[in-house]
């Protein structure tokens, strides 16, 4: 399995801070220098080595799929890492394989992806959440306190796909919040960040289609088609 190789400090698991943690809450990328990339063939070992046949692994591949079916439109007009964007959209549930819990599965998943040396997979994870968590939020979930909010391209995108995805078809962000709302009502702290969140993914998503030229429903469509 790749990991990471002695260039980049592993987290800490005591609470105490280390230069990764510094590192990351500066943006640091792991990209380049001392980070051995996760391919596509390891994350699709991870997914099915975690999830097996589980149900919720086809709304991972679905995310993967419409991920790689994005990336070259957007590719016009800037510049994506195409294969990490798929693995982390592949992976971005992989903490589905310890709790469904709206936020508990992104630090699962988080911690599963930190202990194989996965750094950069591993903060989609928890970013994805609501499209993104502070660092006091993310503290009361025992994550390092650290802003876990989507900050590159990739981030983002995995962020809105997996809102455009309902189990495994494409949706409307309308659509897709509605179901939130409906499943998550007895979730005090899930439910009362929705609105933000939508906020965000509808924000994210002007951004989109600018860079594609058409809207994402036009997107959706030809590749529902």
Known sequence: MMGVTGALPHRSHTGKTTEYDRR???GFSCHGQGRTMLSRSNAKEILSKYGGKARWVRHCVAVAGLA???????RRRHDIDADFLWSAALLHDIGRYVTHDPVGHGVAGYNLLMELGHPEEAYVCASHILFGLKADEAAQFALPRNN???RKMEEKLVALIDYLIEFDKPTTLQARFSSLRARNANNDFFFSRLERAEKAAND???VITRAMGQTIEEVLAAYSA
């Open 68 to 74: 790689d079916y994005l990336a070259p439109i957007i």
């Open 148 to 150: 876990f909010v989507p």
């Open 24 to 26: 990351l809450r500066r």
């Open 204 to 206: 994210f998503k002007a």
